[in-house]
């Protein structure tokens, strides 16, 4: 696995996928500066981290967007190159037009940050592959815009080609509007590009992969995409 | 002496003018007696923005001294931008708290958040990467009409701020009384991490040296914040919003980044943040603490606007900027890494041998100013004070509850002051950075120092209704209960910050409490080999004449060697013994059952011997690194029953307690304030092992009931229902803040 973590000014969950990345994976990721015009040889992972780039003035994720790296992140995606897009990742995914969508502010307009419920769809991604279908996991969330929301056709299409990856649900795995902590459209919480090699997540499963500071239900996301991807590479 | 121009349309400077600028008449004649001459309105402006309260310290400083700074752990104690502390290996935990009270009621979003953007520059700008951030906010009481407006601004704010910046709000503590109508407190605290040898500081060294302005350009903003924070309040309170600066979070991370990386690459010798007073407080202190003069040339400030006149340039209080003294020959390299970070890079002046503090402006001298005066030698009073009398004890016996106590416990449990704040800290991202170990809600926030074993404790705390009653046993009380929460989770108290706010100093009533609970601090502080390495003090917070309670907010900092054995306080499991660590009398004074159930706040507050809470803690500390504690928790507000309630509602797990002692009123048992205890439940095998130690070290160990079951089950009385705790205890602030309880 061979990762290269977008830095952004504002970004500010960068060094804990880094330490996320080192720590299941074994290598250490390329921090990537937002004006590079290239990702370093041999990237076979982007990560957009979290953050507030750019202080989510304008929109959120709409300044980093049109930075030079997202030219090469564009390209890289296109040719079929894995991208894990997490919390403003997610945002500046949307706004970049790698995903459908965009993330409003939460229902209750608040930032939440809180551990959520999250069930897996589907188990045959690469994001998803350390997981069991149906199975539900406990992550963190931490954002105040991740309402997530597109027109009625694109959501439909979501749903009919099995791209939403993760949804908000109750501890036991019901839909349970209760829990759909920001009000996302069919409490979505992550889904995929067409092609299924571009992930948006709100949530953040780098923040649960040690038992002695939260959880390890974050794991599984790494340690699939280190599988995928071959550990040694 | 350099010709000082007085500028072309400067207006004359007219006894009201000087009282606008609030010096008082015998400041003004020390002023003149120093310059020799009228000053320029510029120079009238600087010596305002040094000489007040916020700068100068000028009640409070005499007293100050009086308290411990020195110990074996301690680096840097008072008087640079923050403490520091040694933890070992090679690091150093950077602190300290802050208030931006005045600020945070005018405006409470910005307030507040520059209120915890200036305590990160703090943390910063002497070399440390913010880990965690801190606060201790006091509103008014519920039913005030603004108190809402003012929580979920300021909470707003807080988060803001911090999430943005991208530091973990850990912690904190969120109080209700009516002294706050009108004048709420913001106290933020921020810890960083540094290298023990990297530590950078504001005293400039070498003569001719560029002093370098970075970060956010200067505008109109914060003019005069700090002599607003000077004063007390009258009806015109809104008036002054544009006085309260505007946070730029992002620009922040931006600058911490940028720091952190000229840091690194070894180009800073000396580094200053523009706080309060700007650049005028930054370049004065650079300049004193280095026995240097400084000259400023204001026409190569980076300005957000035009035509600011030299005088808005020196008080503006716009925030994220920085003040440096660069190695010359770095210089380049420094600028290069600024550019990279989009943040404005100046040189704006230089050092002197001769200790002026010469200001230059479209050509013309502004200001010409003996530097040492201004700074490390600005006045200092003896304020008279008197000490209010002691309160007379109230004798349990003598309360009638109209509550019996599980209606009692089930009130206190959803009060204002002790609900769950959860509805606050879901607002701070408290995980960001992945170290969080004791997440918001326990006695202590528990974090990870890098990849662990080591953690640091932190806790803020403060009980104002005792120091109110009793400002020295009050004073006592907040560094003894901060030290409990540290001990509480399992780790070695080290060193606190203290963030005093009072109201009018001129009063000698009020001086009398600040004296009384600085002596209370020091004691205990002393007693517990607790130093005080930074601090802030907030005097003028009255509203119309009333000034709100005194509170000395006390920030304390422990480490634990490895945070996996830290404790928590919620029950593990059934079937396991509960004991009572101290000794509890029944002490109903100063309650808050007192005034929650009965309505009255009086009586003497619970006396703290310091003996017992160091034998005591010490005990408990040990019964939780040795892994014998299954769970630990102080005893504070609401007594014994209210922290048992806690524990219970962490694990959603029950308790049967024993009957209270035939001696103490059962209200007086389960509800008293007694100081120095602590509650931790062994298995059930290992209790008689844990009453031989405490004989051995003469701690007073009760067993007084077992985990296991649904309830809190007390004989006679009727069982109280941990999901029914929990509901009220959950339900308050939620309902409260969505405008649910009108008559809150």
Redesign the interface.
């Known amino acids: 696995m061979k990762a290269a973590v977008l830095v952004f000014p504002g970004i500010n969950r960068e060094r804990d996928m880094a330490r996320t990345l080192r720590l299941i994976s074994g290598a250490e990721p390329a921090m990537v500066w937002h004006t590079e015009t290239a990702l370093p040889a041999g990237t076979d992972l982007v990560v957009i981290p979290g953050g507030f780039s750019y202080g989510d003035y304008l929109r959120c994720g709409a300044i980093a967007a049109r930075s030079p790296v997202m030219d090469a992140v564009r390209a890289h995606a296109s040719k079929g190159g894995l991208t894990l897009a997490v919390c403003n990742g997610f945002q500046i995914a949307c706004e970049a037009g790698l995903l459908p969508g965009v993330l409003m502010r939460n229902a209750r307009l608040r930032f939440i940050c809180r551990d959520v419920f999250l069930k897996v769809e589907r188990s045959d991604t690469p994001f998803s592959r350390g997981y069991n279908a149906g199975q539900v996991i406990r992550v963190p969330t931490a954002h105040g815009e991740g309402n997530y929301v597109a027109d009625a056709e694109t959501v439909a299409r979501l749903e009919g080609e099995g791209r939403v990856i993760f949804r908000y649900v109750a501890p036991d795995g019901a839909r349970d509007e209760a829990f759909n902590v920001n009000g996302s459209t069919n409490a979505i919480a992550g889904i995929v590009n067409e092609r299924g090699n571009v992930l948006g997540m709100m949530p953040h499963p780098e923040n649960h992969v040690e038992a002695a500071v939260g959880a390890t239900d974050g794991r599984g996301l790494f340690a699939g995409l280190a599988e995928a991807l071959g550990k040694a590479a | 002496m350099t010709d000082v121009s007085v500028g072309r349309k400067a207006p004359r400077i007219t006894p009201d003018l000087v009282a606008e600028h609030g010096l008082k008449p015998d400041e003004y004649k020390r002023l003149l007696e120093l310059i020799g001459r009228t000053p320029t309105l510029t120079e009238l402006g600087i010596f305002s923005a040094m000489w007040n309260e916020h700068c100068s310290y000028k009640s409070s400083k005499v007293h100050l001294r009086t308290l411990p700074t020195k110990g074996e752990h301690v680096i840097q104690g008072p008087g640079e931008n923050a403490g520091v502390i040694d933890i070992g290996d090679g690091l150093a935990c950077v602190f300290k708290m802050e208030s931006h009270n005045h600020p945070s009621y005018i405006e409470p979003y910005q307030g507040a958040a520059t209120g915890v953007g200036g305590i990160l520059r703090d943390v910063f700008t002497m070399g440390a990467r913010p880990i965690a951030c801190l606060n201790a906010l006091s509103f008014g009481a519920p039913g005030h009409p603004k108190t809402p407006h003012l929580v979920s601004g300021v909470v707003?704010g807080i988060?803001?701020y911090g999430?943005?910046?991208?530091v973990p709000t850990v912690g904190g503590s969120v109080r209700f009384h009516s002294r706050y109508d009108g004048n709420c407190l913001v106290n933020a605290m921020a810890v960083g991490l540094a290298r023990k040898d990297r530590i950078f500081y504001a005293a400039a060294s070498g003569v001719g040296m560029p002093i370098v302005y970075l970060g956010s350009k200067t505008g109109r903003d914060g003019i005069h914040g700090a002599s607003m924070a000077s004063a007390e309040f009258g009806e015109d309170a809104d008036a002054k919003r544009p006085t309260v600066q505007v946070g730029?979070?992002?620009?922040e991370?931006?600058l911490l980044e940028a720091c952190l990386e000229i840091m690194a690459k070894g180009c800073v010798i000396a580094i200053q943040d523009m706080g309060a007073a700007g650049l005028t407080c930054s370049a004065v202190e650079m300049g004193a603490k280095g026995d240097l003069g400084v000259t400023l040339d204001l026409d190569k400030v980076p300005c957000r606007e035009e035509g600011m006149s030299a005088y808005e340039m020196m008080l503006s209080e716009s925030q994220e900027r920085m003040l440096m003294v660069l190695k010359p020959e770095k210089e380049k390299e420094a600028e290069a890494i600024f550019r990279k970070?989009?943040l404005d890079f100046a040189v704006v002046g230089e050092t002197t041998p001769t200790k002026r503090f010469i200001v230059r402006h479209g050509g013309e001298v502004m200001a010409d100013l003996p530097i040492k005066e201004l700074g490390d030698q600005a006045p200092e009073y003896r304020r008279p004070f008197v000490s209010a009398a002691k309160p007379a004890l109230l004798e349990a016996e003598s309360v009638k509850p109209p509550l019996g106590v599980a209606d009692a416990l089930e009130k206190l449990i959803g009060s204002p002051d002790l609900c769950s704040k959860r509805w606050v800290?879901?607002?701070?991202?408290?995980?960001?950075?992945?170290?969080?170990?004791q997440r918001p809600g326990g006695d202590a926030a528990v974090v990870?120092v890098e990849d662990?074993p080591k953690g640091l404790a932190l806790a803020t705390d403060v009980t104002p209704r005792y120091c109110e009653a009793d400002a020295f046993e009050g004073g006592k009380q907040a560094v003894a209960e901060c030290w409990r929460n540290l001990t509480a989770v399992g780790a070695r108290p080290l060193a606190v910050t203290d963030n005093l706010n009072f109201g009018n100093p001129e009063k000698p009533e009020i001086m009398g409490q600040l004296v009384g609970c600085i002596r209370g601090i020091a004691e205990a502080c002393k007693a517990l080999a607790f130093p005080v390495v930074s601090g802030n003090v907030s005097l003028y917070n009255e509203t119309n004449g009333r000034a709100i309670l005194p509170t000395p907010s006390i920030g304390g900092v422990g480490v634990i060697d490895d945070?996996?054995k830290s404790a928590t306080l919620a029950f593990k499991r059934a079937g396991e013994t509960i004991l009572l660590v101290g000794e509890t009398t029944g002490w109903i004074g100063q309650s808050i059952f007192l005034r929650e159930i009965c309505r009255r706040e009086e009586g003497a507050p619970p006396p703290v011997d310091l003996v017992e809470e160091k034998e005591n803690g010490d005990f408990v500390r040990a019964l939780i690194l040795d892994g014998i504690a299954t769970a630990a928790h102080d005893l504070s507000d609401g007594g014994l029953l209210v922290a048992v309630a806690e524990m219970a509602m962490g694990a959603g797990l029950g308790a049967a307690l024993e009957a209270a002692p035939e001696d103490i009123p059962g209200f007086a048992h389960w509800f008293g304030e007694d100081q120095a205890r602590y509650l931790v439940t062994v298995p059930a095998a290992k209790a008689e092992a844990v009453f031989a130690r405490a004989r051995e070290a003469s701690v007073l160990v009760t067993a007084i009931g077992t985990t296991g079951g649904d309830a809190l089950t007390i004989p006679g009385e009727r069982p109280m229902l941990v999901t029914v705790l929990r509901e009220r205890f959950e339900g308050w602030l939620p309902a409260y803040m969505a405008g649910e309880l009108p008559n809150a």
């Open positions: 707003a988060g803001g999430n943005s910046f991208g730029d979070p992002f620009a991370k931006s970070w989009g800290w879901e607002q701070y991202d408290h995980i960001i950075l992945g170290n969080t170990v990870r662990g945070f996996t």
